[in-house]
């Protein structure tokens, strides 16, 4: 049996939990502080940030981390695939994982709803 999934295409909004194969395009709206965490597997630190990114649905937090910090800059736009949904203390994230793609999009997202944030709801 094939691990492959259907690749799901979806815009903030249609957002749930344990969501896996997902394509989504969005902006990056802002980027918080960046901080140093130690892994429990190796005792290795990495760097990570939590960005926050929108589209014309909605907003959700996004942690990035080590190289992907660098890869990306607010106001920009992106297409992320092969992302999953996740919570983080009970809010919806969106994460890029190991065998997620992230690149530059074409899409220009003139209006982002900021008033709509997936993150903010508790699960």
Do not use: C
């Not at 290795?44 to 080590?66: E, F, K, N, Q």
């Not at 890869?71 to 695939?81: A, C, F, R, W």
């Amino acid at each position: 049996m094939s691990t492959e999934r259907e690749p799901i295409e979806a815009t903030i909004t249609e957002l749930k939990p344990q969501m896996k194969s997902v394509t989504i395009s969005f902006k990056v709206m802002e980027m918080g502080e960046e901080r140093e965490v130690t892994s429990r597997h190796d005792g290795t630190t990495h760097r990570i940030l939590d960005a926050v990114v929108g589209d014309s649905t909605g907003t959700v937090s996004v942690p990035l981390w080590d190289a992907s910090i660098d890869s990306v800059e607010v106001g920009k736009s992106y297409t992320l695939k092969n992302g999953y949904t996740g919570l983080f203390r009970r809010n919806l994230r969106l994460n890029i994982g190991k065998y997620g793609e992230l690149s530059g999009s074409e899409e220009a997202f003139e209006s982002v709803d900021t008033a709509n944030d997936m993150s903010a709801k508790e699960y």
